[in-house]
């Protein structure tokens, strides 16, 4: 079942078993994740840049920036491709740095995942605040996926119910088609 309406399973779906490597990567993640962004000792520019450095390793930027592109990326040149992707990249990063700064004060945990397909798996999380423990949690997600190497990668965050490569699409999708279906320029 899914924690708590975030996140409707196909019929197909199957929990994942307890304490999953997908779950430990996540967790683990969160973990490098929040010590930049709690790190006092650093300047906010140094922050953004070893966050954005994080967040590219963790990211499978092309798949996410292609999913976003969506049928415009079928009549786009390798390179506008590329460059959009390397662009989307930088803008998803600061996107999950400004949506998880909102809980760096927070104990965000995992508890529990969904394996979509055997590749395909949504670790979910809560986002606990220690000065208000009867405050109910955040909910958050992570969608991950293997790359061509196998290794875990994150194609998507959910922040109370709101998946971001989606919402990111259909922004892209708009302005794209404002302007004729053009990448560049």
Wanted: aromatic share 10%; with cysteine; hydrophobic share 40%.
């Amino acid at each position: 079942a899914s924690i708590s309406g975030l996140y409707a399973p196909p019929a197909h779906a199957a929990a994942a078993p307890s304490g999953t490597a997908t779950e430990k990567y996540v967790q683990e993640s969160i973990d490098r994740g929040y010590a930049i962004l709690r790190d006092t000792k650093i300047t906010e520019p140094q922050r953004q840049e070893k966050f954005q450095e994080f967040a590219h390793s963790i990211m499978d930027a092309q798949r996410i920036g292609l999913f976003t592109l969506g049928r415009f990326a079928n009549g786009a040149s390798k390179a506008d491709i590329d460059a959009f992707v390397l662009a989307f990249a930088d803008f998803t990063a600061a996107v999950y740095e400004t949506r998880l700064m909102k809980y760096k004060d927070h104990v965000l945990t995992v508890v529990g995942s969904q394996a979509r397909a055997e590749d395909d798996v949504v670790v979910n999380c809560t986002a606990t605040d220690p000065k208000n423990p009867d405050k109910p949690p955040f909910k958050v997600a992570f969608r991950i996926r293997k790359n061509s190497e196998g290794k875990f990668t994150v194609t998507d965050m959910n922040i109370e119910g709101i998946w971001q490569t989606l919402t990111h699409r259909a922004d892209f999708t708009s302005f794209l088609q404002q302007r004729g279906g053009r990448i560049s320029d």
